[in-house]
C-alpha cells in the first residue's frame, strides 16, 4: 500500500487522490444488480469515485435466471407496488412502467427495468459499472481478488457474492430430459407429445402455460404433495400482525398463533404480515424445530407465500378442466429411454411421455454450487448450520471458517435461505442490498483494500 499518495476527505474519512475503489459483484442476476446499484447509490451519497465489476457467466446482466424469458405470458409473481430496485424508492417501477399499482407485469419487463435501473445508477466517468462475461474459478482475499476460467482476474477492494439459485437438488438424465428449464432454448428441443414437469411450483406453472401451446400436447405435473401456489386477489392486500411471545420459538406456538389470526383477518393478510419478520423468527427457532419445519410445513408455507397472478391462475384452472394440465402425487423413481420418448416410472404407475422438465426448484448451494464448494474448501466461507447455504451476519458479512466475519466479502440473496429462510424475491433481495451497501462503502472509503 502506498502510504504516499496525496490525500482527498472523502465525506468524513480520508482517500488516496487519483484512486478508483473497485468492488466485484460476482453474479449478475437480481441479486447482484441490486447490490451494484445500490453501492452506486452510496458511492454518489460519500462522493467517492466506484467501478463495479459485474460478472455474469450468461451475459444476462440484469436478467439473470429469474427475468430472462421472453415469454410475455410469463408474469411477475407481486404486484407492480412492491417490485421496485430502489429501497430509498419504492414507487420508482410503478413510475417507470407507467402502470398501476396492482398490476401484474410480465417479468421480461422487470428484466428491462432492472437493466435501465444499472444505467441509471451509474454517474459519468466517477461511478461505472463494467460488466463482464466468464465463470469465476477463484475468489481471494488479502489481497481480494477474482479469477476467472479463462485467465482474467479483478483486483477488487471489495467483493460481493450474489450467485442467485443452485441447481436443483433433483438431477434428472440428460437423455429427453431438461434440467434448467430457464436456459436459453432449454424448451426449443422438446420434441412433439406430452411432457412431464417434475414440481409443482410456479416454475411449473410458467412451463405450463408455454408448453401447453403445442396443439393437442397434456401436460403432467408432479410432486411429494401435488399442491399449486395459491392466488393473489384482484386488489392490494393490507398486512395484518400475529401477536407472537418473546424470546425463543417453537413450531407448535407459531402455528397456533398464526392459525388464530386467520381466523379473523383473511390469511393472506396473515401471510404478507408475517412476510418481514421472516428472518427474525426463523432465528428464535431452535436448530430442531428448524429442520422440522422444513421437513413437514415448509411447502405449505410455500405456496400461500408465493401466490400467483390472478389471471395465471385462471389459465391454469382452464388447462385443468380440459384435460391439458394432469396433477400428480408421487415421485420420480427413474427414467427409461423410449424409441420415441421416454418412461417416468412414479411410484404408483408408469408414465409415458415424449419429455420431462425439471421444476422442482434450487438445491442447497452447499452440494450444487461449484464456486461455493471451492470457497467453502479453502475455508474463506462456511455453509450455514441447516448446511442450505452460507453463513453471514446480520450485515451480510461472509463468515469464513474460523468463525471470522469479513468486512470486505459480503453477500445477499439465495445463499442466505439458512440462515434468513426468507431470501428469494424483490424485496427482501432489496432490502438487504440497501442493508450491506453502506457498511461496505464505508470500508473501502477508510482506505483501499491491504494485503
Known amino acids: 500500500m502506498n502510504t504516499r499518495l496525496p490525500i482527498k476527505e472523502v465525506g468524513k474519512v480520508a482517500y488516496p487522490e487519483g484512486m478508483t475503489p473497485v468492488i466485484v459483484v460476482v453474479g449478475g442476476g437480481a441479486s447482484g444488480t441490486l447490490a451494484a446499484v445500490h453501492l452506486l447509490h452510496n458511492a454518489r451519497a460519500r462522493r467517492l469515485p466506484l467501478r463495479v465489476v459485474l460478472i455474469d457467466r450468461y451475459a444476462r446482466h440484469g436478467l439473470g435466471q429469474a427475468y430472462s424469458t421472453t415469454d410475455p405470458a410469463h408474469l411477475l409473481n407481486a404486484a407492480a407496488a412492491k417490485m421496485s430496485a430502489l429501497q430509498h424508492d419504492p414507487d420508482d417501477f410503478v413510475r417507470w412502467a407507467r402502470a398501476p399499482e396492482c398490476a401484474f407485469l410480465p417479468r421480461q419487463t422487470y428484466g428491462h427495468y432492472l437493466r435501465d435501473v444499472l444505467e441509471r445508477a451509474q ?75 417434475v414440481g409443482t411450483g410456479l416454475t411449473m406453472v410458467d412451463m405450463a402455460v408455454t408448453l401447453t401451446r403445442a396443439p393437442g400436447r397434456t401436460v403432467y405435473a408432479v410432486s411429494r404433495h401435488g399442491l399449486l401456489p395459491r392466488v393473489h386477489t384482484e386488489g392490494p392486500v393490507t398486512p395484518h400482525p400475529v401477536t407472537l411471545p418473546e424470546g425463543p420459538l417453537t413450531l407448535r406456538v407459531l402455528f397456533r398463533a398464526v392459525r388464530e389470526a386467520a381466523a379473523r383477518d383473511d390469511w393472506r393478510g396473515v401471510v404478507d404480515g408475517l412476510r418481514p419478520r421472516v428472518p427474525e ?100 466461507v462456511r455453509a450455514d448450520r441447516l448446511g442450505l447455504g452460507v453463513d453471514a451476519d446480520a450485515r451480510g458479512r ?18 442466505l435461505r439458512g440462515s434468513r429462510y426468507e431470501t428469494t424475491a424483490i424485496p427482501e433481495i432489496r432490502g438487504q442490498a440497501a442493508a450491506l451497501a453502506p457498511h461496505v462503502i464505508d470500508e473501502i472509503a477508510r482506505w483501499p483494500s491491504v494485503i
Not at 132 to 149: E, F, H, I, M, Q
Not at 150 to 172: E, F, H, S
Not at 398 to 406: E, K, M, N, P, Y
Not at 409 to 414: M, S
Open 398 to 415: 461472509l463468515v469464513d471458517a474460523t468463525g471470522r466475519a469479513d468486512d470486505r466479502l459480503v453477500t445477499l440473496g439465495p445463499v
Open 281 to 380: 423468527l426463523w432465528s428464535r427457532l431452535p436448530l430442531r424445530e428448524q429442520r422440522r419445519f422444513l421437513a413437514l410445513a415448509a411447502r405449505y408455507w410455500e405456496i400461500h407465500r408465493h401466490r400467483i397472478p390472478p389471471v395465471t391462475a385462471a389459465k391454469i384452472e382452464s388447462l385443468r378442466s380440459s384435460g391439458r394440465l394432469k396433477l400428480l402425487s408421487g415421485c420420480v423413481d427413474g427414467v427409461t429411454p423410449r424409441a420415441d420418448g421416454v418412461t417416468v416410472h412414479l411410484k404408483d404407475r408408469d408414465l409415458p411421455v415424449s419429455w420431462v422438465v425439471n421444476a422442482t426448484g434450487p438445491g442447497s448451494v452447499c452440494a450444487r454450487d461449484p464456486l461455493l464448494t471451492r470457497l467453502m474448501g479453502d475455508g474463506l
Open 123 to 197: 454517474d459519468g466517468p466517477e461511478r461505472t459499472v463494467q460488466r463482464v462475461t466468464g465463470d469465476v474459478a477463484a475468489v481471494s482475499r488479502r489481497p481480494y481478488r477474482v479469477t476467472l476460467t479463462d485467465g482474467r482476474g479483478y483486483d477488487a477492494d471489495a467483493i460481493v457474492l450474489a450467485t442467485g439459485n443452485a441447481a436443483p437438488g433433483l438431477r434428472l438424465p440428460e437423455e429427453r430430459c431438461t434440467n434448467d428449464p430457464w436456459a436459453v432454448g432449454a424448451l426449443n428441443g422438446v420434441a412433439d407429445g406430452d411432457v412431464l414437469v
